[in-house]
């Protein structure tokens, strides 16, 4: 029996499906890693993306940063914050939402920037706000970019929370690390496969949603 047949015979066993280690709860682990991080960094990077966006303001500032962000090993960054936050939750997300900034930012910011001026100075020629401008026409247009942002973070995010089992935490990362302890390779494809999956699916809401938001009204 070669590893793929092992590894779906161990995806299929009943066993794997319940309690703490089952998929179901290593899942809702693994989504809650991940909507805590991109929560967090959505916070912090959306509202700049758009008012660098909007203003036009440090602009090469902030294409230099999401670069410099997107280079940043993550696994480095995890074992630095381990060394000076310790073990715990705080640690492999401050490291992912350092993942997870660059694509939301250039999201918004890009969007914004795809906005027809013409457009936008109409607004202003009608006596909108600046507030106004911003809330009621740019940001409606430039949606499907922003929305493009969150699903690049997902993704990234959603592949890389596999790293809050280096550290003892769960998720899916469990099986894998897990597996290579005991060198149980049909557990580390199974655990990756589904993670996978989950990649997959995600991205698929995503694309209807974004493709929602592009289609002309």
């Known amino acids: 029996m070669n590893i793929a047949s092992e590894a779906a015979s161990w995806l299929t066993d009943g066993a794997h499906w319940h309690g703490e280690d089952g998929f179901p709860h290593r899942i809702v682990q693994h989504l809650g890693y991940t909507a805590l991080t991109v929560a ?31 280079a940043l090993p993550t696994l480095g960054l995890l074992t630095l914050m381990v060394l000076w936050r310790g073990i715990g939750l ?46 009621k ?33 769960g998720g899916l990362g469990r099986y894998i690390i897990d597996g290579l302890a005991v060198r149980d390779y049909p557990q580390i494809l199974a655990g990756a496969t589904v993670i996978v999956v989950l990649a997959l699916a995600l991205d698929a809401v995503f694309a209807v949603v974004q493709r929602s938001l592009a289609t002309p009204r």
Do not use: N
């Open 90 to 135: 705080t640690s492999p997300t401050i490291a992912l939402v350092v993942l997870a900034i660059p694509p939301l930012l250039a999201g918004a910011y890009a969007g914004l920037e795809a906005v027809d001026r013409q457009t936008v100075d109409a607004a202003r020629a009608i006596g909108m706000t600046e507030w106004q401008v911003l809330g």
């Open 40 to 70: 967090i960094a959505a916070v912090i990077a959306v509202p700049l993306g758009l008012w660098i966006g909007h203003t036009g303001r440090l602009r090469g500032l902030a294409i230099a940063a999401t670069g410099a962000l997107r």
């Open 137 to 169: 026409v740019e940001i409606p247009i430039a949606l499907p970019l922003i929305i493009g942002g969150f699903r690049s973070a997902v993704l990234q995010v959603v592949a890389t929370a596999t790293i809050a089992a280096y550290i003892g935490l």
